[in-house]
């Protein structure tokens, strides 16, 4: 049992260190990060093929004679353990990236100090038996990435990224306490194996409730894996460094609603109405993200765009009730997507932080390495047929293609949409001349930039395979194949990459132009006028409305009275000691009169 | 003499001391120092302490007068003993906090400010714990109105005015409450007028009046929506020991009051329908629209003056439904706000006396040269919007269960569950606030000059204590909350009880 505890505080510790002690030595703040998290590695590999077991490390919060306990306990099953691997392994490969990444950024120290803490959280999203503790270090996961997507806090829109990232957050945060506290209502228990346990008890009654509490969980999930509506944070969050995006924003604080989702998947279950909604939410958010991703022009907001579709898938089929194959494509996106983020931060880091496609070119003759492992985990997220994209996709295509033929074809759609904008990407940026000074310079990244990506294209081409992913505990799903899945995603692929080859090879700029795609739907302005409006004028009434009326009129109105009926009052608290004490007395004159002489 | 007695004397003491031309400030350090010193000693007596019927630790009890039944009474409880550590707690970090410079009657006040709390948390007699909060009253308004910032006059006499008539109301209420449970002799013992009221059945809705008088008088002094427009211009103009003395401490009284006497002295009372409809609809006001209006504040310290006003709708709520778990949840929070409280505006002042102001507009970008302020200000300001690891957390939780208890019995939705799930939605507001805020003064470009230097070792002290008592609240919240039903007959489970006796 001792290896979840190190897992969990190992992070925390460090984190704390860094803080109070090693603020003004960084490369060993960094290189004591580094190394913890490969020790968490290394303890979540011998975890793999452990038994099951739950166990409450402490009671953090009981109140004795009510039945109210949230612990924090440790659950440990294939989902947490296969989980575990994966943040565990992104986590450390992203540690070594950034010792290169971020070599010579004046807050390093900071930065490693809030990686740490991010990966405790994690952890105990992760580990967590009950809600209560999942929505603890929830909590704690907003914070972490607050901190890092506002690492560089001088620059205002890296601020306002961080800022806007923990309010959307927030957001769903509030449906997710709302859930946690409607389901404690119905069940009397927070722990995730006594609501399974109450809920065949509680009759038809109370199905709708169930419904609405299913509902207000998923809106948690909603804001920390960024789906239709409160994905505006998502891409926003890119103006943090490029490791913390590959770290955070693409294989695991994103994921981390998909695994509550999973976590809770015999809830979504009880209520048709539920699953059906969250199946429609993720499809949606798969197809506006794909069509916003074809528009980008910033290299790691396309991969943004493409991380909230992919988001959406796994939503979806956690919807259609295939939590597995939502699992296992968790678990595939995690390596690919995590490669392409840091293959996107060697070339944004050769290119002296250039960030925009157009300006590339011909990276893949400069940067051989990052260039061709980048091709890999591009192959992997348009799913070519034996990378490991194509079994986790193929996956969620059965389930759909067996619940609901309307969000099959959304994904089919989807599918080939994903290897067009990709196809794209790559073509524009590694193909072709480069079209910028900077890209003309590149050099490939040094070795502790590049092993990582190394890694993490292997674990992109074989971690498909059922012998590695069942090694790994990953959730390897169960469902029937058909020919017309295969058929069909390989079709969208080639369909995809083909119409990308013709529009963009050979091109030195945009050939093709949609407004409502480059510009996001427009949702972000929409919300714009909502806060405005809602938000800060609301605000801006109430606050006159209190001055005026409650402040102005009724406090003021009725000192001025009471002054124009003979000032009595005003004399009796006017602020002077001696008028007070007179008060004082008279009150005390009062209850002794009161008491005494009035029965 | 119970060593109830030397906590509140002490201060008093100290303050007598600073008045008489003694050091002003080694004074008020010593006195504050030493009341932590006892209080933390009594901390560690209570489990073993001996307690009598009704729950109470460290009893004295000092016949002043047969009949009405008045006398100087101590003792303590677990919601007692939290509350004496967050005033001691507050007092020596407000000591500490204050310049160097000041006089024999600033130290002076602010000390007696202390003692009064104190002393209204520990009486056990109705009298007394009124007087001690008068007490802790006029040094308040005197220190805003003679060393305060900028609008001082007009914020003390609002004050003045405001609080002043709120504790006549509360005088009001209580002499009713005693009339009310007088049979067999008028008494001012609040234990002994619990017991009757447990005694006692029927008088509904004569109970229900007087609990709405105790209800806006204590309320009007937490600054219950819409009593509230005091709190704001008292505490941005007020002396930062101050602020942090009475939004930190002495503004829990009315919460105390409540959790202490009308609640148990008035369950029927407590339990009407439209006393909990109302309650609920004022502590939305307080949660929604000034929560709001917070959001509209374009100043540190009117920005963190209103937030305590918004906090203070989770208090009430946790009272709301008579679920002890709520209630717990109030006590937790009251501890926990006021450490955070007292850390923001301790940071508040320090900005507004170096800099001049804290207008947002004008600032930006502190954080390059004030780092160490940068972190405790973040802490602070993620411990008061509710972020896991700090006391407030734990306590905004436990409200929120509070208000779901009833439904595990199958109750279904009610009013309860509804303003419950409508207050969830301040957990946004208050990051809002906070954040935006925070972005505005220490993070993103310099916005203007601001000649503020950063905590020095010295003005680490009070801020890191109170950081600490947050972070242990937070994460080992029992510490705290097992006080509360140590011995056999709590005084808060005989409460619950009763109260749960009343209603159906």
């Known amino acids: ?599 | 003499m119970s060593i109830l007695d030397f906590i509140v004397l002490l201060p008093i003491l100290a303050a007598i001391a600073a008045f008489a031309g003694m050091p002003a400030r080694l004074s008020a350090l010593t006195g504050s120092g030493l009341m932590l010193l006892l209080t933390g000693v009594a901390l560690a007596l209570f489990p073993e302490a001996p307690r009598d019927d009704a729950g109470f630790a460290f009893v004295a009890d000092r016949l002043i007068a047969e009949s009405p039944a008045w006398s100087y009474a101590v003792g303590a409880d677990g919601l007692t003993m939290i509350l004496l550590l967050l005033t001691a707690l507050v007092a020596f970090c407000a000591a500490w906090t204050s310049p160097v410079s000041q006089t024999g009657g600033y130290y002076g006040g602010c000390l007696l400010i202390a003692a009064g709390a104190a002393g209204a948390f520990v009486s056990t007699d109705l009298f007394f714990f009124y007087a001690f909060h008068e007490l802790a009253l006029v040094p308040t308004f005197l220190l805003i109105g003679i060393y305060g910032f900028g609008e001082k006059r007009a914020a003390a006499w609002k004050i003045t005015i405001y609080l002043g008539a709120a504790s006549l109301v509360v005088l009001a209420g209580l002499a009713a409450l005693v009339l009310h449970h007088g049979d067999g002799g008028l008494t001012f013992s609040i234990v002994e007028l619990q017991q009757r009221a447990a005694a006692a059945e029927g008088g509904a809705p004569a109970q229900a009046w007087i609990y709405l008088t105790l209800l806006l008088g204590f309320g009007a002094l937490v600054s219950l929506f819409p009593l509230h427009s005091w709190a704001a211009p008292a505490y941005a103009a007020a002396p930062t020991p101050v602020a942090m003395l009475h939004a930190g401490v002495l503004k829990k009284f009315g919460i105390y009051g409540l959790i202490r006497v009308a609640q148990p002295i008035l369950p029927e009372g407590a339990a009407v329908d439209w006393i909990l409809n109302l309650t609920l609809l004022l502590l939305l006001g307080n949660i929604l629209i000034m929560g709001l209006a917070t959001i509209a504040q374009r100043r540190l310290e009117y920005m963190v003056a209103y937030s305590s006003v918004m906090h203070m709708g989770y208090l009430f709520l946790g009272l709301a439904g008579g679920s002890e778990i709520g209630r717990q949840g109030a006590i937790m929070l009251m501890f926990a706000h006021g450490a955070s409280i007292a850390l923001l505006f301790l940071l508040c002042g320090k900005m507004r006396r170096e800099i001049g102001h804290t207008d947002f507009d004008k600032l930006g970008g502190l954080a390059k040269t004030v780092p160490v302020m940068t972190l405790l200000f973040g802490i602070a300001a993620f411990a008061s919007i509710g972020l896991p690891g700090f006391g407030n957390f734990a306590g905004e939780v436990l409200v929120f269960f509070g208000a779901f208890d009833e439904m595990r019995a199958g109750s279904g939705v009610g009013a309860l569950q509804i303003a419950a799930m409508v207050a969830v939605w301040g957990v946004v507001i208050s990051a809002v606030y906070m954040l935006r805020a925070y972005r505005a003064v220490f993070l993103g470009e310099p916005g203007g000059p601001a000649p503020l230097t950063d905590l020095d070792l010295r003005q680490r002290v009070p801020a890191v204590l109170l950081v600490l008592a947050l972070l242990v609240a937070g994460v080992a919240p029992g510490l705290l909350l097992q006080l509360l039903d140590a011995g056999p007959d709590g005084a808060v489970e005989a409460t619950v009880a009763a109260i749960r006796a009343c209603c159906p």
């Open chain 1, 1 to 599: 049992m001792n290896l979840p505890v190190i897992l969990l505080f190992l992070p925390l510790a460090v984190a704390v260190v860094i803080t109070l002690c090693l603020r003004r030595l960084p490369q060993i703040a960094a290189l004591v990060a580094t190394g913890s998290a490969a020790i968490t590695l290394v303890a979540s590999v011998l975890l793999l093929g452990s038994d099951d077991s739950r166990v409450i490390l402490w009671s953090w919060l009981t109140i004795p004679g009510t039945g109210f306990e949230a612990n924090i306990g440790i659950q440990l099953s294939p989902l947490s353990r296969g989980m575990l691997f994966i943040v565990t392994l992104v986590g450390t490969l992203v540690h070594v990236f950034s010792l290169g990444y971020m070599r010579n950024d004046p807050g390093k120290a900071r930065y490693f100090a809030a990686l740490a803490l991010f990966m405790f959280s994690m952890t105990g999203i992760v580990l967590a038996d009950n809600l209560v503790m999942m929505f603890i270090f929830w909590e704690l996961v907003g914070v972490s990435s607050y901190l890092l997507i506002g690492h560089w806090n001088h620059k205002a829109s890296a601020v306002d990224a961080a800022k806007k990232a923990f309010l959307v957050n927030r957001v769903g945060d509030f449906g997710f306490m709302i859930g946690i506290l409607l389901i404690w209502g119905l069940t009397g228990s927070v722990s995730f194996d006594g609501i399974a346990a109450a809920l065949p008890g509680l009759g038809e009654a109370a199905s709708g409730l169930v419904t609405a509490a299913t509902l207000c969980l998923f809106c948690g999930a909603v804001g920390k894996s960024a789906q239709l509506p409160l994905h505006v944070w998502l891409p926003d969050a890119m103006e943090g460094p490029t490791p913390v995006s590959a770290l955070i924003h693409a294989a695991t604080m994103v994921a981390a609603g998909v695994f509550m989702l999973v976590r809770i998947d015999f809830l979504i279950a009880e209520s048709a109405a539920a699953a059906t909604v969250i199946a429609w939410v993720g499809g949606l958010t798969a197809l506006m993200a794909a069509l916003m991703a074809t528009q980008q022009n910033d290299i790691k907001r396309i991969l943004a765009y493409s991380t909230l579709s992919q988001l959406g898938f796994m939503v979806m089929a956690v919807g259609l009730l295939a939590s597995a194959a939502a699992m296992f494509h968790l678990y595939t996106h995690a390596f690919f997507k995590a490669l392409l983020f840091l293959g996107a931060g060697a070339v944004i880091h050769a290119c002296h932080h250039e960030q925009n496609i157009w300006r590339m070119g011909g990276l893949l003759k400069r940067m051989p390495i990052t260039g061709w492992t980048f091709a890999i985990g591009t192959a992997a997220l348009v799913a070519l047929p034996l990378t490991s994209g194509f079994w986790s996709k193929e996956a969620i295509l059965e389930a759909a293609l067996a619940e609901n033929i309307t969000l099959f074809v959304v994904a089919v759609l989807v599918a080939v949409m994903t290897s067009f904008y990709m196809g794209r990407l790559f073509i524009v940026a590694f193909l072709g001349k480069p079209r910028d000074v900077h890209s003309k310079k590149a050099s490939e990244v040094e070795p502790v930039m590049w092993v990582p990506l190394a890694i993490l294209a292997v674990f992109s081409l074989l971690a498909g395979f059922a012998f590695i992913a069942r090694g790994l505990e990953a959730q390897i799903p169960d469902l029937p194949h058909s020919l017309l899945v295969t058929v069909l995603s390989i079709a969208a692929l080639a369909a995809g990459l083909a119409l990308g080859w013709k529009l963009y090879f050979g091109r030195t700029e945009e050939p093709l132009r949609i407004r409502l795609f480059e510009n996001k739907f427009y949702v972000d302005e929409f919300y714009q006028i909502l806060v405005r409006v809602f938000q800060d004028g609301v605000a801006w009434v109430v606050n006159a409305l209190d001055r005026l009326l409650i402040d102005g009129l009724l406090v003021r109105g009725s000192a001025a009275l009471t002054a124009a009926t003979g000032g009595l009052f005003r004399r009796m608290v006017s602020g002077n000691v001696q008028a007070y004490a007179f008060m004082f007395g008279f009150g005390l004159i009062l209850i002794l009169y009161i008491a005494v002489f009035a029965r």
